[in-house]
């Protein structure tokens, strides 16, 4: 019995430090993470939590029990962005995201890089910075874990594709949940503070159709490429320019190619969240 004492003293002892550093590694995610602008620019402007631009957490079983890798890494983007505006927000399914997002990282080979996400990049990738081959390869450096080299390269695109269209999904919810409503003064102010970042996203989409020029793509990923060009053309006819200086927002939601990138960014975001 006096055997017992360091022995069981030891487990404990292991079974604590495996909490504090899932805590160091929850504290490090969730610190990287605060960065989106969008989420931070609808907070800002008054805008109140919306459960709907969330995609289902239930859904997280049926993504780890799909044999394929890239399904899970996608679905790693989209809950990886909800965790942010979860948040952003301070709201209490913040942990059960972080979960979700642990085990389909686990999953797809890429903890070591979730548990340091500032080194997946997302959001310098999608940024705007012209400057997209250094954080490329940074990103791609340490690309170890049970997913290497070029499978690597390909989950983190899909991640990132997850991500960024769950970014823009979140604009598109909270545009359409206004967009047949009697506006007031604060409520306009927000969605057009969701336009005005839906309709600036022409540099952004073409960084991520630039991303996939870095990955040799299956037949699936070619089908998803094709979108992200359509989408690309749509946003180069814009008028930016007149629109973020028009007054009326009905007339704006109701331009045809606004109309045509809304259904690509609600296409494309189901297409990855019912996978």
């Known amino acids: 019995m006096a055997g017992c004492g360091p022995k069981n003293g030891s487990l404990s002892e292991k079974s604590e430090s495996k909490e504090r550093d899932a805590m160091a590694v929850s504290d490090e995610v969730l610190k990287t993470l605060r960065g989106s602008e969008i989420t931070k620019q609808l907070h800002s402007s008054g805008e109140f939590f919306h459960r709907e631009v969330l995609n ?91 997913s290497g080299g070029e499978e690597f390269k390909k989950l983190h695109a899909a991640a990132l594709t997850g991500y960024y269209f769950e970014e823009l999904y979140h604009l598109v919810t909270i545009v359409k949940l206004y967009e047949n409503k009697n506006l007031t003064d604060t409520t306009s102010q927000v969605v057009r503070a969701a336009l005005h970042s839906l309709l600036n996203q022409k540099q952004e989409i073409n960084n991520l159709v630039r991303y996939y020029d870095h990955i040799k793509l299956q037949p699936k990923g070619i089908i998803l490429y094709q979108d992200l060009l359509r989408m690309q053309a749509k946003y180069q006819t814009l008028e930016i320019d007149r629109m973020v200086n028009e007054s009326d927002l009905i007339a704006i939601l109701q331009d045809k190619n606004v109309k045509e990138i809304v259904d690509f960014i609600t296409t494309i975001r189901d297409g990855i969240t019912n996978l």
């Open 56 to 146: 289902d957490i239930s859904r997280t079983n049926q993504y780890l029990l799909v044999s394929n890798k890239a399904v899970a890494a996608a679905n790693l983007g989209i809950y990886m962005s909800d965790l942010g505006y979860l948040i952003e927000f301070e709201n209490i399914d913040a942990g059960r995201y972080f979960d979700a997002c642990l085990l389909l990282a686990d999953y797809a080979g890429v903890k070591k890089q979730f548990s340091n996400a500032i080194e997946l990049r997302f959001q310098e990738i999608i940024s705007g910075n012209e400057a997209i081959e250094k954080s490329v390869g940074l990103a791609f450096k340490d690309s170890e874990n049970t």
